[in-house]
C-alpha cells in the first residue's frame, strides 16, 4: 500500500517536473530566440558604430584637411590684405607724384608759353631792325674787313671841295658797311689851325682796331702829333708828301 502511495506520489511529482521542465524548456527557447534577435541587433549596432566611427574618421579627416586649407585660406587673406595696403600706399604714392609732374608739365607749358612769346617778340623785334635802320652789325675779322673794303667803291668816287670832301667819304664807307653787316666807326683827327681830317676804323676781332683811309682804302697808323701823311701805309711803291698845312695828329675822335 504505500508503496503504490509512494509511487503515485513519484508519479505526480515526475509529471508535475515533466510540467515544470515543459515551461521552463519553453521559456528558455523564447529566451534563446530572444538573445538571438539581440545579438543580432547588437550585431547591426556594431557594424552601425563601426561605419559611423569610419565616418567620424573620414569626417576627421575632411575636417583637418578643411582647417588646414581654411588656415592656409587665412594666410593667404593676410597676404593678400598687406600687398592690397601695400598697392594703396603705392598707388597714393604715384598719385602724388603724378600730380606733381602734372603740376610742373603746366608750370612747363606756361614757361614754354612765355618763352614762345617772348621769342615772337624778339623776332618781330629783329625783323624790325632788319627792314628798318638795321642794327644788327658786328665786329669783322681782318680778312672779312679787306673783303668788304675790295667791294665797296667809295674809294672810287671823286674828291670835289666844298662838295664831296674827307668828310663825305668817310660817312659814305660807315653806312656800306652798315648795310653790310658790319660794324665801322667815324673818325675826326683834329689838326693845328683848326682844321682836320675823317676816316673809318674796324674793331677786328683777330687783328683789333684798324683804321682806313676811306678815300685810298689804305689802312692808317694813327698816333697822336705825329704827322697823318706819316700815319698812311700806301698800297704800292709810292710815298706820301707833306701837305701844305699842318696836319700833326692833335686829337682823334672815334665814333661807332
Known amino acids: 500500500m504505500k508503496r503504490w502511495v509512494l509511487i503515485s506520489v513519484l508519479a505526480i511529482a515526475g509529471m508535475v517536473l515533466f510540467y515544470s521542465?515543459?515551461?521552463?524548456?519553453d521559456k528558455?527557447?523564447?529566451?534563446?530566440?530572444?538573445?538571438?534577435a539581440a545579438q543580432n541587433e547588437l550585431d547591426s549596432v556594431r557594424i552601425e558604430l563601426d561605419a559611423t566611427k569610419m565616418l567620424v574618421e573620414t569626417s576627421g579627416k575632411e575636417l583637418a584637411s578643411a582647417q588646414s586649407?581654411?588656415?592656409?585660406?587665412?594666410?593667404?587673406?593676410?597676404a593678400a590684405k598687406n600687398s592690397?595696403?601695400?598697392?594703396?600706399?603705392?598707388?597714393a604714392a604715384?598719385?602724388?607724384?603724378f600730380t606733381a609732374k602734372v603740376a610742373e608739365l603746366q608750370a612747363t607749358r606756361d614757361e614754354l608759353n612765355r618763352q614762345r612769346t617772348e621769342l615772337t617778340s624778339l623776332q618781330t623785334s629783329y625783323q624790325a631792325l632788319v627792314s628798318g635802320h638795321g642794327y644788327t652789325v658786328k665786329d669783322p675779322t681782318y680778312q672779312q674787313m679787306l673783303d668788304f673794303l675790295k667791294t665797296d667803291t667809295t674809294d672810287q668816287k671823286s674828291y670835289i671841295v666844298g662838295r664831296y670832301e674827307c668828310r663825305h667819304f668817310a660817312t659814305d664807307v660807315c653806312n656800306s658797311a652798315e648795310l653790310a653787316g658790319i660794324r665801322c666807326a667815324y673818325v675826326s683827327l683834329g689838326y693845328p689851325q683848326d682844321m682836320?681830317?675823317?676816316?673809318?676804323?674796324?674793331?677786328?676781332?683777330?687783328?683789333?682796331?684798324?683804321?682806313?683811309?676811306p678815300q685810298s682804302d689804305e689802312q692808317v697808323k694813327v698816333v697822336m702829333g705825329r704827322h697823318y701823311f706819316q700815319?698812311?701805309?700806301p698800297n704800292g711803291n709810292y710815298s706820301y708828301v707833306q701837305p701844305p698845312y699842318d696836319d700833326t695828329i692833335l686829337e682823334i675822335l672815334v665814333a661807332w
Open 28 to 36: 528558455l527557447e523564447g529566451a534563446t530566440t530572444n538573445l538571438a
Open 21 to 25: 521542465l515543459g515551461l521552463t524548456a
Open 94 to 97: 604715384t598719385v602724388a607724384n
Open 84 to 91: 592690397l595696403s601695400g598697392l594703396r600706399t603705392e598707388l
Open 196 to 213: 682836320g681830317h675823317a676816316i673809318v676804323a674796324f674793331n677786328t676781332i683777330d687783328k683789333g682796331l684798324v683804321y682806313v683811309e
Open 231 to 233: 700815319c698812311v701805309i
Open 69 to 78: 586649407t581654411l588656415d592656409l585660406a587665412k594666410n593667404e587673406l593676410a
